[in-house]
């Protein structure tokens, strides 16, 4: 029974965290309405669509704008902190239905300057003080943001922030967000609700006049516009939804593997009351009142193992939530779902235990269940043995999952970044706590030509993105007229002076943004993936035409090679980089130093050194180039995780499972082994010839799981842009490890029963 209620709490853990990402933004009242607007197969869109398709498209019932990129450095009292705003149109709130816990929807962001914050955010700098009405100061001005509303976001919501404000608000304390008002910035994510029973494909044509009138003519951007359904939009766009059937597999694996074990026990447990069951028999009973009563006891056994998994289930899920990040919550009463699928593994385990022993006993002859045997005992060892190998087949699938998965995550974060991931040190301005911005840009100054001059390191640079942090920031450029007059959407990042030379990123053709600092303006350097598409035969000297007001025109001045600057399951994209000067320091997000072979660790100790001893002070954050790339594995070492420690709890089963099947099987065999051991067989020998059917069933077992294993790491691996082979090797070693678990379980009861003194075998049997 423990064993059984292990495995249920296993499965409900699993179900869960399925559960949860199958319910992604289900909280939303009007999500079948919800679309995202795509460019093409860009998320952001040009920031005039959304007021364009309200104008023209009377189905689009109402829609909003989010702006997800704007950090600043806030204060609220003695406190000072760097915090991100999103900016979004009045209609939010009518579109997505987030539960407010103070506050409401009016005024929300309607009104100039308020803001509606999370409910994390206000625990974080409010305690559990009310929050309406709380002003935040925004770079430390005369700017303030006053708090109106207070919202609970689930953990399962694609949509996230902790400060939500108004674009109006947007555009005074950032004017350059005013480029929302144009056809061709493109740097919103847009959302429309629809009106009750529309179709996006009813609407494609307006659309498509929308691009024809509006992009053409001020970007020669030839996109189509397409509207996907936001209730798909987390599956298609952040789930790795093949993982998700893995686990859902594992987690109805893990339940089998506890079932079969505890139908194997019930079937062991009935053999041994047969007498009873032809006692129960001579004196009337029926096939039928023996069929129900076993039900009805297995019924109650398993009624008990269920609530001692959903006792495991909330014991463990605090633990399970901190180690994996999750904020899962065990409430059957409060979850229809949930409660049915409780009441569906207490039906079917019990039902399944306990008509198969059932009908076995019930098929016995009466003269042969008075003598304590049974006809059908080898019928009933050969549904055990089926058993076996179906619990073999899932440890062998989820030992090869494991296997793969680890290769997988490892080939990505060990494959050539193509920049210096080993000596690049990296120290995060965003973080730094200053309230007066002249005398940050100083101290970074001043912390720089230190750097610089510091035997330790080759060289420094400021930037506002490094590798791992380019933002979704897209725009359209073509090509100068006459050459062709290619388009092309290119994700923009600005860097400073010797950027490429700190990350040591390879430049191809060209210059890099290592000279005289005047040369730059107006001039971009794309990676080879840009080149190549746009069909240049030489980086220098093309032209380049954004898609903006003014129509800038940008010369190429070089190309550089593809390095990664985003996770290796992703498929290279074009990318620019700016040149950009920042007379305040403090406008930069990140100082890059490059330490010599080796001294990276001496780098480290000079920054902090020099951080503490220049004012203002603060504390500061260190990491290698390479850490913000690694975020991007994340959620898979994650799931690894999950799948690893499952994979053992089903592999422990299945050993729990064959520890007491193999105790059974060497129990009837008494007589035979003693039989054999007075005719001179070697303990070896004895050894052998029990452990034999064993390994045939493991080998049934790994031809089978085999195939299957193969089928479903293979669409898995699918899913990257970037992966390692699927070798043999790992089945092998599946089939070896299930074949070494099953053999040192056995020969433990093989051993003792060959090792049994044959004389008292035979005279107790």
Not at 280 to 303: C, D, N
């Amino acid at each position: 029974m423990a064993g059984l209620g292990i495995g249920i709490a296993s499965f409900l853990l699993l179900f869960l965290y399925v559960y949860n990402d199958l319910t992604y933004n289900h909280f939303n009242k009007n999500l079948a309405n919800i679309y995202r607007v795509y460019e093409g197969n860009g998320a952001q869109t040009k920031g005039l669509l959304l007021p364009k398709m309200q104008d023209e498209i009377p189905e689009v019932k109402n829609g909003t704008r989010i702006f997800d990129w704007d950090g600043f450095r806030m204060s609220y009292k003695n406190l000072a902190f760097p915090e991100n705003i999103q900016y979004a149109d009045t209609g939010f709130f009518s579109v997505f239905t987030f539960p407010f816990i103070e506050g409401s929807a009016k005024p929300g962001i309607k009104d100039k300057y308020g803001v509606v914050i999370s409910k994390e955010f206000a625990e974080k700098y409010f305690g559990d003080k009310p929050a309406i009405g709380k002003k935040i100061r925004v770079k430390f001005d005369n700017t303030f943001l006053h708090v109106n509303g207070v919202v609970d976001i689930p953990s399962n919501s694609s949509v996230k922030f902790n400060i939500l404000a108004s674009y109006e608000t947007g555009e005074t304390i950032s004017p350059w967000i005013k480029g929302v008002h144009d056809w061709y910035n493109t740097f919103s994510n847009t959302y429309v609700l629809l009106e009750n029973g529309v179709k996006p494909a009813s609407i494609q044509n307006k659309l498509q006049r929308i691009v024809h009138e509006n992009f053409l003519p001020v970007g020669k951007n030839k996109t189509k516009l397409n509207l996907v359904p936001f209730k798909d939009y987390h599956a298609k766009e952040e789930s790795n939804r093949t993982m998700i059937i893995i686990l859902t597999v594992i987690a109805l694996g893990i339940l089998s593997i506890a079932v079969v074990n505890f139908i194997n026990l019930t079937i062991t447990s009935s053999l041994s009351r047969i007498k009873e069951t032809g006692i129960k028999k001579m004196f009337g009973a029926s096939r039928k009142q023996l069929i129900i009563q076993m039900l009805t006891e297995s019924l109650m056994v398993s009624f008990v193992a269920l609530l001692l998994g959903g006792l495991i289930t909330t014991l463990t899920l605090p633990y399970f939530n901190q180690l994996f990040g999750t904020r899962l919550h065990f409430n059957p009463l409060q979850n229809p779902i949930l409660l049915l699928i409780l009441a569906a593994i207490w039906l079917v385990i019990g039902i399944v235990s306990g008509t198969v022993p059932a009908l076995f006993m019930a098929k016995a002859k009466l003269t042969n269940s008075i003598r304590g045997s049974l006809s059908s005992v080898n019928k009933a060892g050969t549904a055990r043995y089926s058993l076996l190998i179906v619990q073999f087949v899932i440890a062998i699938v989820l030992i090869a999952g494991t296997v793969l998965i680890r290769k997988q995550i490892s080939f990505m974060m060990n494959k050539d970044t193509k920049f210096d991931k080993e000596n690049v040190v990296v120290a995060d301005l965003e973080t730094w706590q200053y309230q007066d911005m002249k005398a940050a840009s100083q101290k970074f100054k001043v912390i720089s030509e230190e750097l610089q001059a510091s035997p330790y390191v080759e060289s420094v640079c400021f930037s506002n993105t490094i590798p791992g942090t380019y933002n979704q920031n897209y725009n359209t450029f073509y090509t100068e007229e006459g050459k062709g007059d290619k388009n092309i959407r290119l994700r923009k990042a600005y860097v400073g002076k010797n950027y490429f030379k700190t990350y040591g990123i390879k430049v191809l053709d060209g210059s890099g943004f290592d000279q005289d600092l005047t040369n730059y303006k107006n001039c971009m350097i794309l990676n080879k993936t840009a080149i190549n598409k746009l069909g240049f035969k030489g980086a220098t000297d093309q032209l380049m035409h954004e898609s903006s007001p003014t129509g800038d025109e940008w010369k190429v001045i070089g190309e550089v090679d593809d390095f990664s600057y985003q996770g290796a399951q992703n498929k290279m994209q074009p990318l620019a980089h700016f040149f950009t000067q920042h007379d305040n320091l403090a406008d930069w997000n990140y100082l890059s130093v490059k330490a010599k072979p080796g001294a990276a660790l001496q780098v480290i100790a000079l920054m902090k050194k020099e951080w503490k001893k220049i004012p203002p002070l603060a504390t500061a954050n260190y990491f290698f180039a390479n850490d913000k790339l690694n975020d991007y594995y994340k959620e898979y070492i994650k799931v690894n995780q999950l799948i690893a420690w499952f994979s053992v709890l089903a592999i422990m089963l299945s050993i729990l499972g064959l520890f007491a099947l193999s105790s059974y099987m060497m129990t009837r065999r008494v007589k035979e082994i003693g039989i054999r051991k007075v005719n001179g067989a070697k303990v070896s020998e004895v050894m052998s010839m029990l452990n034999k059917d064993f390994v045939k069933w493991v080998a049934i077992a790994f031809v089978i799981a085999t195939p299957i294993a193969w089928f479903a790491l293979n669409k898995w691996l699918e899913n990257f842009a970037n992966r390692t082979s699927l070798s043999w090797w790992i089945f092998a070693l599946a089939g070896i490890l299930a074949l070494g678990i099953a053999l040192l379980t056995v020969s433990w009861q093989s051993w003792k029963a060959a090792t049994r003194n044959p004389v008292e075998a035979l005279r107790y049997e």
